[in-house]
């Protein structure tokens, strides 16, 4: 199977839904489609794997994004976060080419690339093992809804 990667367009959010779904995200398409723009207002990047079938009609199979996260008590680092790859087309090397892709986009920008992976899923913290990524400290997450959004 031939895939490339290129950068996310607007026009690509219905095809993200239900990779994202696949994460446990359940986003309207018109919210993807605001993500997408803040992304690209903040320099960020997103970066997804497509197939190109005999028809020239091109799927989405996976996506990441690359971003710089500045904290106070840290500096600048950058981040890659959202990487998934349709579960039919793992174990290709579609997602060791997305985050290399997103290693590319962040060089030059950061000292540094973190990512984080929710604790149940091991089949991820090994990918990222094997990528050469080492876990630094376990945290807890806590989120407030605001009212007026």
Same mark, same amino acid.
């Given at each position: ?27 309207? +398409? ?17 970066? #997804?794997? +497509? #197939? ?31 990487? +998934? +790859? ?51 400290? #376990? ?11």
């Amino acid at each position: 199977m031939y895939f490339r990667l290129r950068p996310a367009e607007l026009t690509d959010a219905a095809q993200l839904q239900p990779l994202l779904e696949q994460l446990g995200y359940y986003r309207s +398409v018109e919210d993807i489609k605001m993500t997408l723009n803040a992304i690209h207002t903040i320099a960020g990047r997103v970066i #997804v794997a +497509v #197939v190109v079938n005999p028809a020239q009609e091109t799927t989405i199979i996976g996506c990441v994004n690359a971003f710089i996260d500045v904290r106070l008590a840290s500096g600048a680092s950058g981040e890659i976060a959202s990487l +998934v +790859v349709l579960e039919k087309h793992r174990g290709m090397g579609i997602g060791k080419a997305l985050i290399t892709e997103a290693e590319q986009f962040l060089e030059g920008r950061c000292q540094r690339i973190r990512i984080r992976a929710n604790a149940t899923r091991e089949q991820a913290h090994n990918f990222y093992g094997a990528c050469g990524y080492r876990k630094q400290k #376990v945290q807890k997450i806590f989120v407030k809804r605001l009212e007026n959004t």
